[in-house]
């Protein structure tokens, strides 16, 4: 899985049948120091992420192990927002305060 | 999945018995600013996207998981095409006025 | 998928027993304008191409939903050979006249 | 697989069922000659691995494919814990003295 | 499949079980010329391949279709040995007078 930040929605009306009525959501990439790497991608979501919010993707066949994304057209999938991270024993984000909307 | 702009087509005749009838279509990856970023992938096509439109794609096992791609030798799947999106709220793209053929 | 052009074939006698029989062609990538990219795969070929054809090839799992490598340890996999491809309405390739043997 | 370093927590409430009870570790890729590389992956655990051990992650639907993480959204799991490892007959890495905690 | 040079071996004594009694090899990828690219992975062994030898290695799911590593958490796989490779016509590489160990 990798971090990112919810930056943004897609609208589709002309899409595969298995995809109607999904969400999709521009998730930008963060590396561990919670900067944007300049990638991004976007996903289905199957944990009501919103904008703003920092959140781990899975992509590949993973991405369709939700209830939501089982056996469709999808390679990415939100699967879990994140409240904090830490490395080595120092926390490098945490939710609390809540973003206020995109940080970009 | 990620954003593509249709840019061409790739014809072959001699090809794996279950491609027959598919079209190939090549998509220009674009980023979350509606830029080109120079990759590109030959993708097959479940929504019936014209030059020009932006797609969504889908790729690797999740690209057969449509009725066009199912047990296909298929790595890539237009599975969406894209009206607009926005990036923090603001619009960065709206199909409307239809793009005229491509535009790069 | 991506466009390549087969440059050479590679010998294995030790190999997985799934794989005897089958063919290993070098596949140079090539971007939309027909230049190599530098990059290549080593893969089977489901479609009989020979030395200095363009190809498409598909990667991962969809490299083994063709007869010939079901079930067969193998990620690559030529499944079309290339007639010729456009860009923008314009054509960038055709087959014809045939490739005499590798262009690099 | 690839080898990393483990070097920190990411701490989800609000994920997908299947997650529930899952650890997810941070994990820095290291080359061949133990050095960052400057990317990272947030990985499932199916070993019992601590910070600042080095350790072996598979990705993809290989991430599937164990015990913990079996029809799961996740895309990477640590499968193995590093005792050491050598290049070209010459050791580049053992374990003893045990990390004591993150290095970087 | 890519083509690499198994450089070396990774121990891990706590691992996943189904991972009990394979072997880890780290294989340093090379281009067509047989040049390292930098790149490596670390590989399950199929095929009993010995320090120093060229070989082909499969990645993603299709590493888990040999005997070996079937439903194993693995994501590579040393699945041929490599006798020898022509690109254009002219020989690359050939496997006599064998390597003598690794030549990095």
Redesign the interface.
Known sequence: ???GRV?????????????VGQR?L?V?QI??DGQETGG????ND???AG?GEVV?Y??????????LTK???????I???????????HE?YHKNPPPS??E?
Chains 1, 2, 3, 4, 5 share one sequence.
């Not at 056996?71 to 999938?77: L, N, S």
């Not at 699967?79 to 024993?89: H, L, R, T, Y």
Request: aromatic residues 4%.
């Open positions: 899985m990798l971090l930056a943004g929605t897609v609208v589709s009306t002309q899409k595969d049948p298995g995809l999709f521009v930008r590396d561990v991004y991608v976007v996903a199957a944990v009501g904008l781990l899975a992509a590949g066949s993973s991405a369709r192990q939700t209830e056996g469709k057209a999808c390679d990415a999938v699967m879990a927002i994140v409240d904090s991270w830490e490395i080595g024993g490098v909307g995109s970009d």
